[in-house]
């Protein structure tokens, strides 16, 4: 946790994701070594292995492109006047991301179906008869398990959109500055929209979350993969290194201005 804080005073990124990404990653080229000696034993066939590096790359390239998603909503700005000077309206968007959640949903998913499980490890068999049934049917690749996590997928990113994002406040701060959206009434009928909205990209959203969470279970169980693919690990993997990367062109463009500032500077002082 202090390694992560320092990471993020610096301003390097989100140092506890950084870590983790750290550890996700240290783990892959054991994974493919692994595949790759099960497919030089024959227990792996090299269609199958070739099957799954393509199937890799196009969930990055989905998670990537979700991830990316926004719904723009147009926001205008009325004529207004300064002294004796006209200024023209100005024209916005209000960007509404269709993961609003982020990798929260499956976090606190698998937490809670590990639950169980955990509960009758403390035990070591002397527990009562339902919570061993309970455990067996909670199992990894179980349709229960997978029923169930997907449920808790879907609810946890309704749930988290509504913490992190309040229609009425956003409503609220357009009406403040004098911004609407077309044919829209500021204030509670703006607020609805914006509702409206959100709850309709959460779905897709949710629906995204779940299908990538859910394929690594089923690889798993029914396809006889050796290791975890995609899931929770794979959206932290890709999340984390395009924040990374944002941060560190945000960082570039701002030294870059900085060294204009200078030089602008440097140059007035040297006009007078």
């Keep these: 946790m202090w390694l992560g804080e320092q990471i993020t005073a610096r301003g390097v990124g989100n140092g506890i994701s950084l870590i ?18 099960l497919g030089r034993q024959g227990a792996l066939s090299t269609t199958l292995i070739l ?7 196009v969930v990055i390239g989905v998670i990537v492109y979700m991830e990316r998603a926004q719904r723009r909503l147009l926001v ?9 000077r006209m200024f023209q309206g100005d024209a916005s968007h209000l960007p509404l991301k269709l993961n609003s959640a982020g990798v929260i949903p499956p976090i606190f998913a698998s937490s809670l179906l590990l639950l169980p499980i955990t509960v009758a490890n403390f035990s070591a068999g002397q527990g009562p008869e339902w919570l061993t049934t309970v455990t067996a049917m909670l199992g990894r690749g ?33 009406k403040k500055y004098g911004g609407f959206l077309p044919g829209i009434r500021p204030g509670e009928r703006t607020a609805e929209y914006i509702d409206y909205v959100l709850t ?7 629906l995204y979350l ?33 924040d990374t990367v944002a941060q560190i062109q945000s960082h570039l463009l701002a030294h870059q201005y900085e060294g204009l500032i200078k030089r602008s500077r440097l140059r007035g002082a040297r006009r007078r």
């Design 20 to 37: 983790i990404f750290a550890g996700i990653v240290a783990q892959l080229p054991h994974a493919v070594a692994g595949t790759l000696e």
């Design 51 to 57: 099957l799954l590096l393509v199937m890799a790359i």
């Design 76 to 84: 205008q700005y009325p004529k207004r006047q300064v002294g004796n």
């Design 142 to 174: 179980a349709p229960l398990h997978i029923m169930l996590y997907i449920a808790m997928i879907i609810f946890f990113a309704f749930f988290y959109t509504a913490v992190v994002f309040n229609p009425k406040d956003t409503a609220d701060n357009l």
């Design 200 to 206: 309709r990209i959460t779905v897709v959203g949710a």
């Design 210 to 242: 779940a299908a990538v969470c859910v394929l690594p279970e089923i690889l798993i169980s029914y396809a006889g993969v050796p290791f975890y693919f995609g899931g929770t690990s794979l959206l932290i993997v890709v999340s984390v290194t395009m």
